[in-house]
Nanobody, 124 residues
Framework: VQLQASGGGLVQAGGSLGLSCAAS????????MGWFRQAPGKEREFVAT????????YYADSVKGRFTIARDNARNRLYLQMNSLKPEDTAVYYC??????????????????WGQGTLVTVSS
């Protein structure tokens, strides 16, 4: 699976932004998909994940209620809608695919494929 994230940019606090991740390869629909982010000087952290079979979603507490992860298996696309953005959401956002298992996980090392990242900057 090859992944390409897009949609990052500069937004004011309280605003919204939508990220997209285009996937190539036949295994997208069978893969657990996730979004992670990495702020400057910090470790990569889990944001959200969605399962392959029934599209069950899980979120980090820091984004719950503000972010929504979704997938379109027909188009091989993963999405992250981000609302009520805060300056602390500033980071490079990565999409990731987990093809080894259909069990969702928040652990980055359990994901097999990664996109190149897209920068989201939230100004105060």
């Amino acid at each position: 699976v090859q992944l390409q994230a897009s949609g990052g940019g500069l937004v004011q606090a309280g605003g919204s932004l939508g990220l997209s991740c285009a996937a190539s390869g036949r295994t997208f629909s069978a893969s657990v998909m996730g979004w992670f982010r990495q702020a400057p000087g910090k470790e990569r952290e889990f944001v959200a994940t969605i399962t392959s079979i029934d599209a069950t979603t899980y979120y980090a507490d820091s984004v719950k209620g503000r972010f929504t992860i979704a997938r379109d298996n027909a188009r091989n696309r993963l999405y992250l809608q981000m609302n009520s953005l805060k300056p602390e959401d500033t980071a490079v956002y990565y999409c990731a695919a987990r093809s080894r298992s259909n069990i969702a996980t928040t652990l980055s090392y359990e994901y097999d494929y990664w996109g190149q990242g897209t920068l989201v900057t939230v100004s105060s």
